[in-house]
């Protein structure tokens, strides 16, 4: 029991961890990106190729998948978001799918079908506890979500340029009027989305292995993640993942695991239905 | 069908294309090739469905595989049961139509992307279902020896045959979605798509509106899912993916979001093209992608706009050639003659008879807060009927707020506000205007794809919201809802007539000069009756000779018996058309009464102006805030 809670918790850490970056591009420019999961998958496989492929350290293997995300994310942001903003919302929406197509089949092609494998830093090394054995790889992610989490709040709100993304969510052109460079905000925003994105790939590939059609089911995870949490909310977004990660894993091991996955599509309309602005975010008014 | 159809479809190129689908059968080489047509006419149903939730409301919906997938499942099991493919046809749709409300209600009044994200969930679960129930959905095998379709005693046989019977169904679709593009529904979901808070104040109803767009788009694809099933005799789960679902959405969107032959284009392409494509092999889907990311980049509004832009270059051509059609921006945009305001003194036309005119307003300790910022402190306020009521004050003092809590954009904190009896606050602006209460914006909100006519009509439709019954009636053309649409046009050109627009009435809005969508705005909240209209900015943008139009226009609005309340920097006009003249500064109230009360009025100069130096302000932040307010008179 306490045994399935634990992988539950470490499965909702992931979930956290890609809405995470969701929402950091989601707080820059309010456009929800649909390639934030295979954009996880980009990074499992940068791993495999620096880790497996390429046999470089580990830190620097990791350095290297960051510094890749970021540039992925800033091509994602030059090809798929700049050109589209100020147009109707669904093109950027319908763009950012098609930039999931592009790099999943690309992953596709390059690795095939055939799930890799990707080592922890930590190896199979085991706690202890009890009776309780807990993954040393289990703890790390718990350990990089809260400081990604932690992070990631201290740059919002004590930065400057924290700030200057706040201001570009909420007025674009107003920003721009004082002296925000809006351009250059948007692109650390989908890099930093993307970079989060990344971590969150290297962290889940060592439990389930990478695979170039895990994006889709993931990313689908972080936005319901989003909405239970409050869409925007960095807290709400953690705890929700964490009670994803919990309910569903109870849920496939105490009921059936064909229908995992639709338990937790089910708990998102129910929140859609009863409560849609989520655990903790504002009421969301009727847009007027 | 409307004459404008009936015209377009007696075109030669039309005829043409029209003997082109009929004898495709017999140009069409193979088997294979005639399935993959008839896939494509399945297809191009469930786009043209989800045109209306798409391309007209401009929200976005990865259902429709799911909903295509639901058709065909009741269909197959029904049909497997003995049922005929014509009752087992309406139940599909029903059962979609179901489906749709459970998803819509609790999302379509939320923030867009939440449809997007519910129907993705939506799809995903679906999928689920129809994998692993195998009990009844035949799991991952799916369904084998579904019956097919028996016509007038004849059982349909063959691609060909099949391929006519589709035809017509396909036809059906596109003709119906081309009524309800042309009638008071159409209009209003591409209003609420161009804004939605100017299609909520001019009576639209935002979210019942998507509602039936939702709706229609899901029939649309349930009536698809029963042809499909009864046609080909067999259904697996892989069909309804997601992925099929981004691809509608896209054929959509390649074709053109918002007009039927961009849904039959982007079908026509997206159909052959993996096709065609196929030695292509594993890098078509990377080429799908990066097509898509080019196409949505370069040409957003489809292919069909590659036409327009032809055809427009060719036109404006031959336009050089001739002299150009005189629009005169300054003459012919007021003539506010009596016999023209005839149409506002009709008040048989009206909900409440003759006692819906002289309605005044009631405005009681309302307050506003932003977060920390109160913008507006305690109102209160009487607009006293049939009069002129401006409210001036400096930047920032509190007056658009007043009008978006007035017409229910905002709702605010506490207080009351009342016309002729009625509280307004907690009301949606829709319901607002329905109570006789119409608005312009500070920023301008027309429709801008439609045409003038059409903007005046959706405020004409106020008092007449449709509904279900009435997207009855327009799929069935019933001659009672003609003639509604014929009183719509009429009520919507005097509008214009009165403002001076009527010459542009079958010009895009979005065309027209800056002053004249001002007056636009005002001929659509004309057209819905009001009995307050709230003018905000009216003259901004206006040279002096528009803004002496425009007295008198609000002049000949005021002896109709409408009461006018507007906010505006423009000195000369406030003094010439005001009864009574209310200052705000800082979000209250600080003076009020005739013009020539005010201006001599000291906390009136001292707001404008700052207070004179040897005189101590009171309060040091008012002091700092009251900065000279540039007037634009």
Known sequence: MLQLAINGLAMGAIYALIALGLLQIFNAVRIVNFAQGQLLMLGAFLGVTTIVQASLPIWLAYLVTFAAMALVGLIFMLVAYYPLRGKPFYLAILTTIAVGIVLENLVLIVFGPLPQSLPSPFGSAQVHLGELVIPQHVLFIFAATAVLLLAQWAFMKHTRFGTMVRATSMDMDMARMVGVSVRTTVAVAFMLGAMLAGAAGLLVAPLFLADPAMGSSLGLKAFI???????????????????????????AGYLSSDYRDAIAFLLFLGFLFVRPQGLFGEKQSERV | MSRGLMQKFSRPSWLAGLAAVLVLPALVPGQYAMQLVNLGLISLIVVVGLNFITGYCGQINFAQAAFWGIGAYVTALLTLKGLSFWFALPLAAVATGVCSLLLGVPTLRLRA???????????????LVLVHWESVTGGTSGLRNIPGITLFGHTLTGHREHYYFLLAWAALGLGLSLRIRASQIGRAMIALRDSEIAAEVMGVDTVRTKML????????????????????????????????????????????????IGAVVGTAVLTVLPEALRFLKEWYLVLYGVGIILMVCFLPEGLVSLRQRWTGRRRSATRAAEPAPPVDVAAPVVTAQPADARFLKARSAMPGGEAWADAGLNVQAVTQRFGGLVALDAVSLRVAPGTVHAVIGPN????????????????????????????????????????????????????????????????AACHQPAGWRGLLAI???????????????????????????????????????????????????????????????????????????????IVAIRDAGIT??????????VMGVSDTVTVFDFGKKIAEGTPQQVQADEAVIAAYLGRPRQRPAADPANAAGSTPEPDHA
């Not at chain 1, 909405?227 to 849920?251: H, K, Q």
């Not at chain 2, 992307?113 to 999928?127: D, K, N, P, R, S």
């Not at chain 2, 005097?494 to 009435?505: D, E, I, K, P, T």
């Open chain 1, 225 to 251: 993640v989003s909405v239970i949490g409050g869409f925007g909310n960095l807290y709400g977004a953690v705890l929700a993942g964490l009670l994803l990660g919990l309910v569903e894993t109870m849920a």
């Open chain 2, 113 to 127: 992307f939440y449809l997007a994200m519910a129907t993705i969930a939506f799809g995903e679960i679906v999928q």
């Open chain 2, 213 to 260: 767009a939702f709706t229609l788009s899901s029939v649309y694809a349930g009536v698809a899912g029963s042809l499909y099933v009864s046609s080909l005799h067999y259904v697996s789960p892989d069909l309804f993916s997601n992925a099929q679902a981004v691809l509608f959405f896209v054929m959509l969107v390649i074709g053109g979001a918002g007009s039927a």
């Open chain 2, 396 to 459: 920032g003092s509190g007056k658009t707020t007043f009008l978006n809590v007035l017409s229910g954009a905002y709702v605010a904190q506490s207080g009351s506000v009342q016309l002729a009896g009625t509280e307004l606050i907690g009301r949606r602006p829709s319901a607002i205007a329905r109570a006789g209460l119409s608005r312009t914006f500070q920023n301008i909100r027309v429709y801008k794809s439609l045409s003038v006519l059409e903007n005046v009509m959706v405020g």
């Open chain 2, 475 to 553: 799929l069935a053309g019933t001659a009672a809802q003609r003639g509604q649409e014929q009183a719509l046009r009429e009520t919507a050109l005097q509008a214009l007539h009165f403002v001076g627009l009527a010459a542009l009435a079958q010009r895009p809005a979005g065309s027209l000069a800056y002053a004249q969508q001002r007056l636009l705005e005002i001929a659509r909240a004309l057209a819905t009756r009001p009995r307050v209209l709230l003018l905000d900015e009216p003259a901004a943008g206006m040279n002096p000779q528009e803004s002496t139009r425009l007295m008198e226009l």
């Open chain 2, 564 to 573: 006018v309340v507007f906010v505006e920097h423009n000195v000369r006009l």
